[in-house]
């Protein structure tokens, strides 16, 4: 004789103590929304009344149907379903003989058991059920007493209605009723209490998870996560009677809703586990989960549970080993589709179709048709964001992107700096590099539609300028005055390219261009880092042919040349100092190089003497930095540390190795190259100020023929700053703000015109700096629940890490006597993890990988499902002969028409609509990350099906779960329970003297006034 | 109206034909062993004959019963079952107009499907079902027309057949037959054809999977795989009829057994894919597919699928995608329990329960209380191995195990002679112990009873001998005839323990002691390889503070000391070189050191001439060796390249960095410190020869005394030799040539004598080296099913590897022209590779880094489910304790006494008990793998709750399957069936001109003669 009674508590007083803890209507929000998806469904069942008169005969209605029929009921204030934290306990001795309820396993959203001797909490693992458990399960509430609505006023109450309930149906002998009685009424053991009380148990454990997952995410949905479920379970022999029992129960102050009491012999123990897993399991099912808070009578319950078996997932016994625990997935689909009732059509009648947002479709990208109409919606766009833009920097990762970055860029605004004031035999240099960086920066951080991408300085200008330099020297021209006429047309034509919303023409950049530029720029940013390390090799030589005994007759020493040249003669004439006095013997390498003299000796090498030991500590320096960096980046997905502590270093990662490296380089003593900032805050050159006239001694049409160079520069900076703006803006950053490419190149455009006026470098957008500055301010959610995994969140948008960037950048001057401990090596080591980290989540190179991996062990990447692997190859030929081109000219002294050739793949791209269908090319070329289209996978795979064949018949109209409800019913079972108890009468009772209990004092339920409905 | 036919053709010429293949009885002696099993259930079976008519009813047996009743009937040679191949064919569109069945997927195991655009097979996975599907199969099978044991001779035979019984039960309308037919023969394309063609689709595909995954393995079981599973699933409206076949049928030369067709309406595609897929999942179950085999009726298929929904796993849809793909586990759980009945007192009546093997339980370590006798039963264990010994060492992974271990036994064992020559003032020095230890190994490694370890030399020994050495100096006595006797002695006293089975005593080293002191060396070596870079900083010391503008100034040149110190003066007067005629600013630093000069000069050190270059070298030398050969190493894991050359570059990964490196080293010609081998083959000491004589000068009362220190060297030797052994034998390692701790001891004991007599050093088994000798000969199963993970099969034990080891170690004086070329701190990297590969696997380090890790981090690792966290921790603090005082022991002067001191950890663990249960210290200290633990963890859990509660009762008596399978009988399904006809009957027939298709040629079916038995 199975009993089974089911309690849902709805109390008066029940409001009031929710209110008083903040929690009842928190979730109100998030339903009412459903509710506009169900007013299409509730207009249909209200003309069919009739229909929902026939609820108890279910042979027309799917489980399906009914459980969203079931759901589509009005809300009234008593039923409305909360987040749900279930327990498990059983029935169990402790200290010899005494009984008491144990915990033994909990769901916040995956299954946490208590690992007994262990006596520790498991990680939270998807609950692998067993079918059969789950059929038990049907059983049991098939054939139980199910008691919904009942009000009762405390535990005790509600165990006296129960059982009178059951005697009155004659499920119980009267003779065992005190005996039961106490058995619930036993007190409860939970795993994280230290000793056992029964007082408020429920409170002290639901505290405790609160406190383990106080994370942000769950303060915000604390309001929901009010309602608890207790599930008791345990194996019980009550003169060979089982007693299974399902109870509601409102503990204060969390309330308990749901109460199941499962009461069986002895031998049964691990099957009512798995029967009270499979419970527990349904009632964290978000479906279910609502139809136990709606459901009127017992083949409501009956109608959740089957149409959970309808979506169940299966795992064949030979091909799975059901101990293994599953980590939780990724993400788990949204069980909202199971809510809603489908049309005869196949539609969803929510209306709320998933816009299927195309490659850069947003509105920013629309021609207005208006002057400067796209800038004036930029503007539009980014002003209402302006202030959060400064208070979401409120965050330590913040500061250490600033560090970061200050650090990384300053180097190669220095060191271009440095190039151009070679170039320019001191024109523009370092300070003004400097100075040029900090301006332009400040001002786009400040401004710009898109403040995450960092302003650097580029390859091609360095060699637009070098060319400039060499033509005016030539042809006797002043060279900062013309270049500042050509800055100030380039200005003017960029922002006629923003007036004319040229920028629009963007989305043209698909992924394929897109990837290949930002392949190229990564590769070129490592293949400097290395050859700057190779290039230390020739500055600090050293000797390879050292006998390490004969070390006592190596010297190097500065000597007179035997037979000087005319240059050296010419120099030493220049001197007010007469050679002969000179003692050679004892200057120094510069005072040497100075007095062109001679290196003599064994311990020479071709420009001085050989220079121990800097070399291979350089080498150290920069693979150290390379490793620890990556090393403490990856640190967040350890498991040492609260994670709290791990992100911190994750995040400063990079600072942190910098700080490491210098310490020891300076521990170490040996004289590696460091970074020098200048020290002063003036021009390099003597002969120029910090303003420039742009006609200067030049001819007057240099103010016009400017403009033919300037075309050049627009399209050169034009193209670099707007494709790295595609890249930040790209999709899979999940930007809340919006992006802003018009207004964008109206910062760039202005801040060059100022630069211009001002003799400073010019400076566009830098990918590989940008990239890293992304890289660095990524959120993740902390998990909520116990084992959901974190999820990338998106960028923490804002202007302060930018803006700092190059304030500390300006500031540098003043900080020289820090900065110049900072080795080059380790510098470089810096860019080489910024440059390989940029590389991460490109396409290409996992499809170049592909090249080396045979078929059977690539991985389960989405495009190879659709598109033949040889046509993936042939699209990656492609892109790599392109990359191989572009990088050609970049290398080449044709570097300045590099921007012009990135466009030119843009009609590569769109030639190969001719070899690729267009199913392909969506595929291997569009920015959808790789997560979201395994998940249209499946639809898509339908939908072709579907295309393969020739009719379309409504799937709907033959459904086999209407047939599985029907079977469902179970007409056999009533009679296999009969057949059971006669099996287990033969059985002897065994200890009958065991259940005998003293009664403990009841749990603490106040509030609650007790009315059964039932 | 469904219609399901199933077929089984058995047929006369059959059995020829497989006869002519070598197939069909390959798995006869597997399936006697499970008749064994089968007998008793039988004759239970016999006795209840009602039972056996009363089939039809099955209201008392529950699935598994009749299931475990099908598979107990004779097998006749008709329904051999055999392991399948399953293939899933879907009618479809190609080319236009034109239909063909095509190939969709495929199961050996594991799904493969075929990713249609892709073109190319998916990775196997772990087919997931839905529920749903199953329950839709089992509604077919239960309403179609199931034809068993047709006896047919060609598909078109078949398909007549088929068609001849659907129209006669009234099912398929006579007009459209031609078309049904003309379908169900169309031609079939398989994946991997190039051209479609229907002659032998499924010999070639077969052909094909049998190539890709031709291992020993599957040639192995080659006669197994002899039958395939067709399965032809398509969506086909035939004047709204719907027809779903199952069909078995037979092609030649790999015989089809089982056809399952389903044709109906287009728009189910989608689901009649899931119910293929189910279908095929079913037969890739080992007992449904045996079921398949012997099934009588329509109801014996029934029960296989209610018995196999009575085992599946689920796996709730809010907590799983179920578009996730789910990799194959490492190990399956046997199905083979499902096909044996229990009995009613819950055991099986194999008899066959799993041998608890205790901790080192085999019979190598009984006392067998004879003189020698366990040494006899060691030779007598070990002597048939002997040839296999030889034989099996013929494989690659042999010669990278030798490369590799040469390189790192040459380092030790000539520093180990180079320490041993300083302490004994030459007379014991590195050639000494290139001879010795070359002489040990060979001899150990053809007669010891494990050839795997590898002797070394310890630390011990070295402090012995020079305690010994200091002795005899200070008291007068002949070093090299003292040390023999004790040798002698030594020697005579390990036999003497051999003889008493003395071995039989490792049973007592537990996973504690052995972990502890397997954890010590360990750490020792990396220690020691850290130390041995560290010590080559005083030695290369370079200028920490070089200004390298004033390099031309540095030098350091060899000059007169001003104030020579008398010994100094006496050195000079021992010369034959006037002092005044040194020119000492010319001399080489060894000149200078021999002249007792003085270095003189700004780039001078401490001792001489700073050195550039070489330590930085030295460093990054060294660590690039650890991480290129840990690289490498791991390389057997990626995905590149095809599984044999990873293996390859995994095995040779520390040859192959050696080599890298020497040539690195030798193109950057930085003078790094080289290996230097004895290039002469004679004594270092003039004054010794090749025998030494035991009494030599000393007087004669010595050769008695010597026992004394003759017993700790015993159980210096004893310890140190065992423990390696011990580490050596353990379980996780599955040897299956059985060990021979008494042989090992006996061997040594032996050489320990001979080495003595000549002078050499003594050598015992090094922990590390034997561990990394192992590890290089590991053997992993080549997965037979596509998708099954690699297996860790053992060790490849024999003697060549450990043979050629000391055979070339001998011949490395003849080597010296290459060996010169290997840099030290090559080794020392390799030392560090070493050490660290060689913790792998220690529990002890997974219980150290439980103290950094917040609980909910921790890794799921098995004791942690049993013992409460603080107790683990108690555990290993009490461990590292242990190990650090072992550690100040081995550091200490008192170094001898440190094997004395591992005894003592014996006792610790034996006081552990005090404050550890039994239980806590089963999970915490003994030799189980992981694995295992896991497997048995549900086992004990269930025997653990049946525990806490109080009676048995047995849970066979009321079985809830019992129950599902009355209810799955689905009597409400032929109406709903009737339901789905009348609305599918509303529905126009859409396009049914579709239908008609051309007859193609049927497929060659020969050696069949028909005889339908339906």
């Avoid at 749900?84 to 008491?100: I, P, S, V």
């Avoid at 009762?152 to 499920?171: K, P, R």
Wanted: charged letters at 20%; proline letters at 5%.
């Amino acid at each position: 004789v199975c009993v089974i009674v089911f309690f849902s508590t709805f109390l008066t007083g029940h409001r009031a103590v929710y209110i008083g803890v903040h929690v009842p209507f928190g979730k109100q929000g998030r339903r009412r929304h459903r509710h506009r998806g169900h007013r299409h469904h509730r207009r249909k069942k209200e003309k069919e009344t009739d229909r929902e008169d026939g609820r108890e005969s279910p042979s027309y209605d799917t489980p399906s149907q009914r459980v969203q029929f079931i759901l589509g009921t009005e809300d009234d204030d008593e039923h409305i379903p909360h987040d749900l934290f279930t327990e498990m306990d059983e029935l169990c001795f402790r200290d010899g003989e005494e009984y008491e309820w144990k915990e033994t396993a909990r769901w916040l959203k995956f299954e946490e058991d208590v690992e007994d001797g262990g006596d520790r909490w498991s990680k939270p693992y998807v609950a692998t059920l067993s079918l059969h458990s789950l059929f038990e399960l049907r059983s049991c509430i098939l054939n139980g007493t199910v008691m919904l609505d009942m009000r009762a006023n405390t535990l005790d109450e509600i165990a006296d209605m129960v059982l009178d309930n059951m005697i009155a149906s004659g499920q119980l002998d009267e003779s065992i009723r005190e005996n039961v009685r106490a058995a619930l009424l036993k007190r409860h053991h939970h795993q994280n209490e230290k000793k056992f009380s029964n007082r408020i148990p429920l409170v002290r454990s639901f505290a405790d998870i609160g406190k383990k997952h106080s994370d942000p995410h769950l303060l915000e949905r604390n309001g929901e996560i009010s309602c608890s479920v207790q599930f008791v379970l345990t194996c019980y022999i009550i003169k060979n009677f089982v007693i299974e029992f399902m109870l509601t129960n409102a503990l204060v102050p969390v309330p308990t809703r749901f109460l199941f009491l499962l009461l069986g012999p002895a031998g049964k123990a691990p099957q009512y586990h798995e029967i009270g897993r499979s419970i527990a399991t349904l009632m964290t099912d978000d479906v279910f989960h609502d139809v136990a808070y709606k459901a009127k009578d017992r083949n409501d319950l009956l109608s959740g549970i089957d149409e959970f078996l309808d979506q169940v997932t299966v795992l064949p016994p030979g091909e799975w080993d059901p101990s293994i625990r599953i980590e939780p997935p990724k993400s788990v689909p949204s069980q909202e589709k199971r809510k809603i009732p489908k049309f005869p059509n196949g539609s969803t009648p929510t209306g709320e179709t998933l816009k299927e947002e195309g490659h850069h479709a947003g509105p920013e990208l629309e021609r207005t048709g208006r002057l400067f109409g796209g800038l004036i919606l930029d503007i539009q766009r980014k002003a209402p964001f302006f202030l959060s833009d400064f208070k979401d920097a409120l965050s330590l990762q913040c500061l250490a992107s600033i560090l970061f970055l200050y650090c990384a860029c300053m180097s190669p605004v220095i060191t271009f700096g440095g190039l151009l004031g070679e170039a320019t035999q001191g024109r523009i240099s370092a300070i003004e590099s400097l100075f040029g960086a900090s301006l332009t920066g400040i001002a786009y951080s400040l401004f710009a539609g898109q403040p995450l991408t960092i302003l650097g300085s580029t390859g091609p200008v360095l060699v637009f300028e070098k060319i400039l330099f060499k033509f005016c020297r030539d042809y006797g021209l002043s060279y900062l005055s013309l270049r500042t006429s050509i800055g100030l047309w380039t200005a003017f034509l960029c922002i006629v390219l923003v007036a004319t919303d040229a920028s629009s023409l963007v989305c043209y950049i698909t992924r394929f261009t897109e990837e290949a530029f930002a392949a190229l720029i990564c590769i070129i940013f490592i293949y400097e880092a290395l050859e700057k390390l190779f290039h230390l090799g020739e500055v600090y030589a050293f000797n390879m042919h050292n006998n390490l005994d004969r070390l006592t007759l190596y010297s190097c020493v500065c000597s007179e040349p035997q037979n000087p040249s005319n240059e050296t003669l010419k120099a030493w004439g220049k001197m007010n100092k007469s050679v002969e006095t000179i003692a050679w013997s004892n200057l120094t390498v510069t005072e040497c190089l100075e007095f062109h003299g001679v290196f003599h000796g064994s311990a020479c090498g071709h420009h001085g003497p050989y220079i121990p030991d800097v070399l291979f500590w350089s080498v150290i320096l920069f693979f150290t930095t390379f490793f620890l960096s990556s090393f403490l980046k990856q640190f967040k997905t350890k498991r040492y540390f609260p994670t709290k502590v791990r992100s911190t270093i994750s995040d400063f990662a990079v600072f942190l190795t910098i700080v490491i490296m210098v310490l020891i380089d300076y521990l170490v003593g040996v004289p590696s190259p460091k970074l020098h900032v200048p020290e002063k805050f003036e021009p390099t050159h003597k002969d120029r100020g910090w303003f420039i006239d742009p006609l200067g001694g030049n001819p007057w049409w240099t103010l016009l023929v400017a403009a033919v160079p300037a075309l050049l520069c627009t399209i050169l900076i034009f193209m670099d700053q707007q494709i790295t703006a595609v890249i930040i803006n790209r999709k899979e950053h999940k930007l809340k703000k919006g992006c802003g490419y018009h207004l964008d190149l109206f910062m760039v455009g202005i801040m060059l015109g100022v630069c211009s006026i001002m003799g400073l470098p010019w400076f566009v957008a830098a990918t590989v700096l940008s990239i890293s500055h992304v890289n660095s301010l990524k959120v993740e959610s902390e998990c909520s629940a116990p084992g959901e995994q974190p999820k990338f969140l998106g960028i923490r948008e804002q202007r302060v890490t930018g803006l700092m960037i190059f304030v500390l950048m300006g500031l540098s001057v003043f900080m020289t006597s820090v900065l110049k401990f900072i080795p080059m090596p380790v510098l470089y080591g810096v860019f080489l993890y910024m440059g390989v980290s940029s590389l991460k989540g490109i396409q290409f190179f996992d499809r170049i990988k592909l090249f080396g991996m045979p078929a059977k062990h690539q991985p389960d990447l989405i495009y190879l499902r659709y598109v033949p692997l040889w046509k993936v190859h042939i699209f990656t030929v492609i892109q790599l002969t392109c990359l191989v081109l572009l990088w050609v000219i970049k290398a080449s002294a044709a570097a300045v028409v590099f921007p012009m050739m990135v466009l030119a793949l843009v009609f590569i791209r769109k030639l190969m609509d001719l070899c690729f269908t267009k199913r392909e090319l969506s595929w291997l070329d569009d920015l959808m990350p790789e997560s979201k289209k395994k998940k249209e996978d499946d639809k898509k795979k339908k939908e072709k099906a579907v295309i393969c064949l020739f009719f379309s018949v409504d799937p709907s109209v033959v459904n086999i779960s209407d047939e599985m409800a029907k079977t469902a019913q179970w007409k056999a079972l009533s009679m296999s329970t009969e057949n059971a108890k006669v099996t287990r009468a033969n059985l002897s009772p065994e200890k009958p003297e065991s259940v005998k209990i003293n009664v403990e004092d009841s749990p603490v339920v106040k509030y609650v006034d007790a009315e059964t409905s039932l």
